[in-house]
């Protein structure tokens, strides 16, 4: 099923996630459109990362329902919305050891974009130059410092072939120079047709990309619209203010 850009493309309804007694989703309602770039802010806490969790099926809501493409994909688990085009990737890096660069991605193309060898290896390649990583493909990844870990981690995402590619927090621990060049690499992305979901506590990059923002506080919306809008929010000032810890 193909989108015409702007078409709701991935769709969360009536959210809700309990972990025993704790409430970390309370009737969350989140959609992207096809091609549309949207960034998620909030406190720590907010629940913001939970919900990429159920967005890609790591997470199985306690009520509430997912649709890719208007349809219901809330059941499915991870590896199968993978395969239809919701990936992401996470704040902390987590590559395979052992193999190098080009390895983990290729990995990623044959399992997760579930791609024979030839087209896996052509879609690795494409991947690892998009994301500039030619000089390092050869290398363990392992052995790689925090800037290539995130591209690393971007490039394996990439090679399944993702419609929706959701971004969790991945300007983290690195420098403005070096955010900056990742930031260029999403641009890219995101002008190729890919739609975006990005947390970012960085807000400076994360509004070089998003066209728009939803704010989190506490498991629940309380911001959805224009980025500078949705900064200028009393309520998200609040939040951002006295947003607890955790």
């Known amino acids: 099923m193909t989108l015409a850009a702007g ?110 060898r030839d087209a896996a290896y052509a879609r690795a390649a494409e991947s690892i130059a998009t994301t500039g990583m030619v000089g390092v493909a050869n290398r363990r990844a392992e052995t790689l410092g925090l800037i290539d870990r995130k591209r690393l981690e971007l490039a394996r995402a990439l090679a399944t072939g993702p419609t929706a590619l959701l971004l969790d927090e991945i300007g983290g621990g690195l420098t403005d120079a070096e955010a900056s060049e990742l930031v260029d690499v999403i641009l890219e992305l995101k002008r190729r047709g890919l739609a975006i979901v990005w947390i970012e506590h960085i807000v400076h990059i994360l509004l070089r990309v998003a066209e728009r923002l939803v704010c989190m506080d506490a498991g629940r919306v309380i911001a959805d619209g224009a980025p500078d809008k949705v900064m200028a929010d009393p309520t998200v000032i609040e939040a951002y203010l006295g947003g607890g810890a955790g």
Do not use: W
């Open 7 to 116: 078409g709701m493309l991935l769709e969360a309804t009536g959210i809700h996630k309990r972990f025993n007694a704790l409430v970390v989703l309370d009737g969350v309602d989140f959609s992207v459109r096809a091609n549309e770039a949207v960034g998620v802010v909030g406190p720590n806490g907010a629940g913001k990362t939970t919900l990429l969790s159920v967005l890609v099926g790591a997470h199985a809501p306690t009520a509430g329902t997912v649709r890719l493409r208007g349809q219901d994909v809330t059941a499915l688990p991870t590896a199968e919305r993978c395969r239809r085009g919701i990936v992401r990737t996470h704040q902390i890096p987590r590559p395979f050891s052992g193999m190098t660069v080009f390895e983990n991605v290729y990995a990623a193309a044959r399992h997760g974009g579930a791609l024979g």
